[in-house]
């Protein structure tokens, strides 16, 4: 380090060398000041983009170093700038740059994202490769140091995982829309392979930000061709699965209804696609904003299309006509809890979820005790599908809360500014948010909840 330091004092900007004295400077540093680690990076970054000397991969690899640097600092914006840049770059010269060197860049780079992406959105890191040996942690120089050849640890289908990793790691950063598109160009590469396999994994990655972003008929889609697909090969062991999944015709597929595994796969999707999409459109007709009827429309239309090719017409049916009359308030409140009861008692959950949903979007008081009676389901449902309860669940629950506050809250004006600051203050990224959003608000409820309730709110313990 003391000799590192000394180089990069010199400031010795017009020797070529001068650049890896300053990334070598930043790795060397990064455990002990990442701040000024970064600084040597930043700098070495702008030496390089005026040396015309300095070849496009070790450019790159600057880049990705600063990345990882800025990741290390918790600064998950500038990490996903940069990461951005280092992979489109690095798509970009592949057809000139296609070796050894691009083939090393491109595995580590999408190793470390494997791992800095599912951090900053809160999903499970991974533990394991695909050997089985343990997933090594991103660290600065991982890029620059890792000089083996791993080329028989590079398969050109593993572009599509990528992307589908940026997906997540720009809903990590809470940039949505950009996570929908790259969740397409996963798709787009997916099916370039033509790889069954590969199309599903990406599907089960990165289907929610479809849903995220009220891609209505696109998100029914995906998740009734997904649940078909696991429907049908749900039976067999893990390998049968795998090779029964890669060489499934889906047309074929298409062909079997109706069918006990499609009705289980429309279930499935009303319960995960459609409700999701009913509880952004709630929210909508909450905030009366201006696209809400438009939206209405997309979900009602789209509920049509698949109703009339659906092997489950009844569900279809009974969907389009519950959503129709909650939102067009052709059906009370009492009328709603009727018809929750009779679907439980039929076995059709996920109809009387939505029922509920009805009830709690028309109340104007008992808000706080439906939403702990209903929600523990709803996201022990989509814990897999962290931007479903970041973007969906958690404005909605957040949108109530403030509304059982205007209305039900009694007490001083001090006390009326307190609760309101603490549930404003909530952030949707935070773990638990939900149950963080409701502990101040069982505080001042008058109703009795469940010592299960009361352990889901404040001890996260699933009901």
Known sequence: NIYLNK?????????????DTLVYAGISISESDISKSIEHFNKALELASLTEEIAELDYLQIVGELAIAHWINHDYINSYKYYKKLILDLFDSKKESFGTEWVRLYVWAGHALGYISSEVAKDDIPKTVADGSVY???YSGILTFNNKDV???YEDKNSAIMFAHLATFADGVNNIEESYRWSLRAFDLAREKENNNLLFMVSSVTSQYSIVNYKVLESLETFLLFSAVTGYVGHLELEDKYNKIGSFNIPELYSLKPSKEWNIAESLTV?????????????????DNDDKDNKYKLLNDGLIINKNLASDTYLWETVIDLIQNIIESKVSSKDLILKANSFKDNNLKELQILALLGVLYKSKENIITQIVALFPYLISMNKT???IIKNIIFPFVKLKCLESIK????????????????????????????????????????????KEQKKWVYEFIEL
Do not use: H, W
Not at 7 to 19: D, G, R, S, T
Not at 271 to 287: M, R
Not at 411 to 439: A, F, H, M, T
């Open 7 to 19: 180089a990069v004092e010199l400031n010795c900007i017009e020797q070529f060398n001068y650049i």
């Open 136 to 138: 090594t942690k991103p």
């Open 151 to 153: 080329s028989d640890l």
């Open 271 to 287: 319960s995960y696609a459609v409700t999701s999409l009913f509880i952004l459109l709630l929210i909508d007709f909450l905030k």
């Open 385 to 387: 599908n962290q931007s």
């Open 407 to 450: 209305t039900e809250f009694v007490g001083s004006r001090e006390e009326y500014d307190k609760i309101l600051s603490d549930v404003e203050s909530v952030k949707p990224n935070e773990i638990n948010s939900i149950q963080i959003l409701l502990q101040p608000m069982l505080e001042i409820s008058e109703y009795t909840f469940s």
